[in-house]
């Protein structure tokens, strides 16, 4: 059994920043892909970034176009868990954040892409 389970989660005024934390168990994390997803109300579920496994001390990451440049995504294996960085944050950025895994490799940025889902936290963005 593998369980994820996101925090860090909370109010932010627009332009501030917020780190979202997701810790692993259960599972072997250092080769999982991992992914972060948000779903604002009555939106679906949208790809937000993802990190793939270390290779030669790197890991290859990967944002959707609405968060590059502001968030970012990174893993510490030794405490099985990924984070999200959250700069300049916008309303728009509001969401619910899930954590997500994948154990094989291919397309990392679809929701049925990934195997393990984290229960979600809460950001939400005042203007």
């Known amino acids: 059994q593998v369980q994820l389970v996101e925090s860090g989660g909370g109010l932010v005024q627009a332009g501030g920043s917020l780190t979202l934390s997701c810790a692993a168990s259960?599972?072997?994390?250092?080769?999982?892909?991992m992914g972060w997803f948000r779903q604002a109300p009555g939106k679906v579920r949208e790809f937000v970034a993802t990190?793939?496994?270390?290779?030669?001390?790197?890991?290859?990451?990967v944002y959707s176009d609405s968060v590059k440049g502001r968030f970012t995504i990174s893993r510490d294996n030794a405490k099985n868990t990924v984070y999200l960085q959250m700069n300049s944050l916008k309303p728009e950025d509001t969401a619910v954040y899930y954590c997500?895994?994948?154990?094989?490799?291919?397309?990392?940025?679809?929701?049925?892409?990934?195997?393990?889902w984290g229960q979600g936290t809460q950001v939400t963005v005042s203007s």
């Open positions: 997500a895994g994948k154990v094989g490799t291919g397309s990392i940025r679809g929701v049925f892409d990934y195997d393990y």
């Open positions: 259960g599972g072997t994390f250092s080769s999982y892909v």
């Open positions: 990190i793939g496994r270390f290779t030669w001390g790197s890991a290859t990451t």
